[in-house]
Structure formats: structure tokens, C-alpha cells
């Protein structure tokens, strides 16, 4: 350990990441931030694999993966993290697998289970950052109320078919994700899923965690962006908190 | 005509206000949604080109908390001075 007590970068390393540390915002001491930061991505369905992947490649020193299922053949389309031969393999052990072979140098657990009242706030524990993987809107209240409470940033994501949309929501900064749901938000199954759709909202996931752990630039905090990959146009708002929100007006 | 406006987030253009004036005594739902996309500095699209119908994957409208779509016109139905607009942008569910 040295300088802000993050851990130094072996040389290996150094030469690794060189092309994101000459970056400005990022630089060797951002590259330290990021060796020391502790990440949880909640499900390695689609933009799980996705997020999980880049963040792996950044260089992010703890990855957390949890998920309960286990690789069909329906998921290769968006799934990158998997091959043919994981169909039928626990996704987080195939996860965790094909993630540190890109990166050794991480450390990464991988958590067998599902997320529930019940076991979130074991799963969500000692991390920086949550980044949404789910593909259900009660999971994701269920880790909204968790990361609020915890005070832990949470980045959502969601897919349907040629559309996206992602937040990030600070706890005691930004409104909730409870704020701009609205009560018909229930998931329709199957939901479409086109895999480019799924990778741009999981770049931006794993670029908001970045930024967050790095605090460069200016995040998605507070606002809803949301892509239409069928006319190629972003849009962002501001979201407002809910009145009486029973989840960050308390 | 006076149009109160309720929201899940702050509807680029009104700032902080709940309400639109808007210089006409008769305007259809349609066309109210068009200038508020006028009134936006950025880019936000409520009504798509001839689009007979909001995209439901987007937006969930009410006139004084009656979903737009049963209302007999659907977007060709006429506002009037105090109506109530409730527009929520939807987030996607699946991953």
C-alpha cells in the first residue's frame, strides 16, 4: 500500500491498463482506485455478463457475481460471458471462470443464490457499487431498498427488444428507483432481447461504475436515460423523487 | 387554456412549474404532447410521426386520471382549461 493507501500496481499492470491510464481522468492513481474497489453485480443474465465483462477488463479488484441459474441455450444470443459448452453450468462458476481468464490479476466471488428479502442484505455487503443484472422489477426494488439503506450507489439497467434504460441512483442524493416506477411496471415474459441493445445499456452500466469509483465526469445520477435502438436516439430526464417515497423519503 | 401537469420527472422545458399555458381555447392531446416537445431543450419525443397511438413501452398518459386510451379520441381527444396531464416515462423491465 502506498500514497492513498490504495495498492500499488505491479508492472504487469502498469502495462495493462496503459491505455486507459493515459486517459486524464483515469491516470495511475485511478487505476489504484479502481485495483482497490469492491463491486456487485446482481445477476449475469444479459447485461450482467456484459457489465461484469468490462468491468473485469478495467481492472476493478473485487467482483462480487450472484445469480441462482444456470446457462440455457436461449442466452447465447446476449450472454457473451457463455459458449456452447456452459449450457447447462451454474452461471456464476462459468462467470467466474471465463472473467478470470481475462483478468487473473482480480479477485472474484461467485454467489449461488437468489436475491430475496431474505438474503440481500447478506449478498450486498462490503461493496461500493451494485450494478443491476436483474431482469425483474421486484428483485431490483428489493436491491433499491437494500442499497438505499446501506447508502451503496445502484445502477439500473433494462432491456426491451430495441429499447433500453439505465439510472443511477445515489442513496441521500438522487431519488430512488421506487420514485419513477410506475405500479403497471411488471415484466411481461418472455421479454424480447436483441444482444447490441443489452451491450450499449451494459457499457453504460459499467461506465457509470467507473466514473462513480473514479468520480469523473458527470454521471447519470438523478436521471433516466433510455435508448431506442430501433431510430438510433437517446433521451434523458430528470427523475423526481416521489412524495412520501416509502423508500428514500424516510 | 391552462393544462396542470403531474410527472415522475421534471418535463424538460417547465422547469419547476406544474402547469402550461398555452395560447389556444381547444387542443387535442396530440398536439399538446407536440408542443411540449417543442417547448423541451433537448430532445424528447412524446408522440412519434404518425404514430396513432403513445408508444406504450414509453409513456403511460391520464386526462384527469383516466388513461388517454379510453378516452373516446385517444390522442385526438380535446383538453380543456384545468385539465389534468399525467404523463410517467417507463423504464424497461428485462435484462
Redo the contacts between chains.
Keep these: 500500500m502506498y500514497g492513498d493507501g490504495h495498492p500499488p500496481l505491479e508492472p504487469e499492470e502498469l502495462d495493462r491498463y496503459a491505455r486507459q491510464m493515459i486517459f486524464p481522468g483515469f491516470g495511475r492513481d485511478g487505476q489504484e482506485k479502481l485495483k482497490a474497489s469492491r463491486v456487485l453485480v446482481a ?1 449475469v ?4 455478463s456484459l457489465s461484469s465483462l468490462y468491468l473485469c477488463a478495467a481492472g476493478i479488484g473485487h467482483l462480487t457475481l450472484v445469480d441462482r441459474g444456470r446457462v440455457q441455450l436461449p442466452d447465447l444470443n446476449r450472454q457473451l460471458l457463455y459458449g456452447e459448452k456452459d449450457v447447462g453450468e451454474v452461471k456464476v462458476v462459468a462467470a467466474g471462470k471465463k472473467l478470470q481468464d481475462l483478468n487473473s490479476k482480480i479477485e472474484i466471488t461467485p454467489v449461488l443464490r437468489e436475491i430475496t428479502e431474505e438474503t440481500v442484505s447478506e449478498v450486498v455487503d462490503d461493496v461500493q457499487v451494485v450494478v ?6 421486484k428483485t431490483r426494488l428489493i436491491l433499491n431498498k437494500v442499497c438505499h439503506s446501506k447508502k451503496i450507489p445502484f445502477v ?6 430495441l ?3 439505465t ?1 443511477t441512483i445515489i442513496p441521500g442524493k438522487t431519488p430512488c428507483l421506487e ?4 405500479k ?5 415474459l418472455p ?3 436483441i444482444g447490441p441493445v ?1 451491450g450499449v445499456i451494459a457499457s453504460i452500466q459499467a461506465m457509470e461504475v467507473l466514473k462513480l469509483i473514479l468520480q469523473q465526469g458527470d454521471s447519470l445520477a438523478g436521471d ?1 436515460a ?1 435508448f431506442d435502438g430501433g431510430r438510433m ?1 437517446f ?6 423523487k ?1 412524495e412520501g417515497c416509502r423508500i428514500c423519503s424516510v | 387554456m391552462r393544462i396542470h401537469i403531474k410527472a415522475n420527472f421534471f418535463v424538460p422545458g417547465l422547469e419547476e412549474k406544474d402547469s402550461v399555458t398555452v395560447g389556444r381555447s381547444r387542443m387535442t392531446l396530440r398536439e399538446f404532447l407536440e408542443e411540449l416537445s417543442k417547448m423541451s431543450p433537448t430532445p424528447i419525443e412524446y408522440v412519434k410521426p404518425g404514430a396513432e397511438v403513445l408508444d406504450p413501452d414509453d409513456w403511460e398518459v391520464d386526462i384527469n386520471g383516466i388513461p388517454y386510451q379510453h378516452c373516446s379520441q385517444g390522442l385526438g381527444t380535446l383538453l380543456k382549461d384545468g385539465d389534468v396531464l399525467t404523463i410517467k416515462i417507463l423504464a424497461m423491465g428485462g435484462g
Design positions: 445477476g443474465g444479459g447485461l450482467g443491476d443484472g436483474t431482469d425483474n422489477f439500473y439497467g433494462g432491456i426491451f427488444g429499447k433500453g434504460s439510472a420514485c419513477f416506477l410506475t403497471d411496471e411488471e415484466t411481461r421479454i424480447p432481447a443489452v433516466l433510455l436516439s433521451m434523458k430526464v430528470a427523475i423526481k416521489k
